[in-house]
Each structure stands twice: as C-alpha cells, then as structure tokens.
C-alpha cells in the first residue's frame, strides 16, 4: 500500500503562511492526494485535492512536486481556528477507499 | 441541507448488549460509509456503501452489520458489544465514490457517535 510520512505536529503563528508537509514516495500514477482536517473531535472536513497540477481553492492551495512523490498544503493565512489534525490521503486501496494515517497536528499561535 | 446526522452523539453499552448507529444523509448521496477512530489515529473504514441495496465491507468489519435500504439512511449495528469496540464513530457520504476515475467530490463527515462499551 502506498503510504503517507506527515510531521506528528507544527506550530505556526497567526497571520503567517502554514505551509504542511507529506511525503508519498509510493504513489501511483492514478491516485490522488486528498487533504481533510480535523478540529477538536468533529468530523472530518474536506479542504482539497488533487492528481498532477496545483490546485488552489477558497480554503488552501495544494503544490504537487512534478515526479508526485510528495506534496505540500498551504493556509495562506493562518488564523486560530485553523488549529486542527491534518490528514494527506493518497491510498484508495484494493475498493477505492481512502485510507487515513495519524495526520499532523497544527497548532496556530497568536 | 442538514448534511450527514448521526444519532446518539454519545452511548455507553455493556459488553453483550446490541445497538443501532443511525446515519442520514440528505444530500442524494449514493456512497456512505462508516468509520471508527480510536485516539491518536486516523480513521478506520468500517463497511460502504455504493448505493440502495449494494454494501461491502471495509478494513474492520468484524462485528458490525450494515444495510442500506434507502439512499437517505445507512445504519451500523453492533451485533454485540466488545470493550475493543470503545471509539468513536463516524459516518460520511459523498455523490460518487472516493478515489474512482470519476471522483470529483468530498467526503461529508457527520459529528461523530461516541461509544463506550463497558
């Protein structure tokens, strides 16, 4: 199974750009890299995805390194309620199914 | 839309007693799917659904059933309850399937079922 490498946790402070590492050396050519976040114990909310080329939207934009192999999410401005664990999926599995590691977690600091 | 509404936000069993975990969509979403999270972990696929009638099982599915008789619910049933079944439980939906060459939309998370079996 292709796996993720995220850090276990990151500060950043307010206002500054909160630039989140993941590293998918095993990813295959087909599979997307997906990015959730969790505050606090609530569901899961989407932020991004994406196969080959960057993507930006409302909430972040997503860098792709060309040869795929890691990626990086970034909250252009970081605000407190930004604090949450942040999930790099790229395994769908054997039935499409993202699979989900330990995530990071990003602690903005005032 | 309300979104994904899970019921009970909290239950505590003992071991042996059975229980239903409601989920309802109302989004028209064809693909639901169950997950545990035990904590400092990520989420754990329990079982999915593709659509009305059609459910498969994910990576844990021991000792849980599901069935999907219309669109809108997918309810999770503990047969019987386990102290290694203590998580939290989370549903979600999305209007295709994830990682399929169609993918084109999120997951939507309901707030969580906590469940404690003692």
């Known amino acids: 199974d292709a796996k993720t490498t995220q850090p276990p946790s990151m500060d950043c402070a307010e206002g500054r750009a909160a630039n989140l590492p993941c590293n998918h050396s095993?990813?295959?050519?087909?599979?997307?890299v997906y990015w959730y976040r969790q505050i606090h114990s609530q569901g899961p909310q989407y932020i991004i995805h994406?196969?080959?080329?960057?993507e930006t939207n409302e909430m972040a934009s997503l860098i792709i390194t060309e040869d795929r192999k890691s990626s990086t999410l970034i909250l252009p401005h970081a605000t407190l309620r930004d604090t949450a664990v942040y999930y790099c999926?790229?395994?769908?599995?054997?039935?499409?199914?993202?699979?989900w590691g330990a995530g990071t977690k990003l602690i903005i600091k005032p | 839309n309300a979104g994904v509404t899970q019921t009970p936000k909290f239950q505590v069993l003992k071991t042996g007693q059975s229980m239903t975990l409601q989920c309802a969509q109302d989004?028209?979403?064809?693909?639901m799917s169950w997950y545990r999270q035990d904590p400092g972990m990520g989420l754990r696929l329990i079982h999915y659904s593709v659509g009305a009638g059609i459910t498969d099982q994910g990576e844990v599915p021991n000792g849980y059933n599901v069935s999907r008789s219309t669109t809108e619910d997918f309810p999770l049933r503990l047969l019987s309850a386990a102290p290694s079944q203590t998580s939290v439980y989370f549903c979600a939906s999305s209007y295709s399937v994830p990682g399929s060459a169609s993918y084109n939309s999120p997951l939507h998370f309901g707030n969580g079922t906590r469940l404690t079996v003692t």
């Open positions: 999926i790229v395994r769908v599995g054997s039935n499409y199914q993202l699979i």
């Open positions: 095993t990813i295959s050519g087909n599979e997307y």
């Open positions: 989004m028209n979403h064809e693909y």
């Open positions: 994406g196969l080959k080329n960057n």
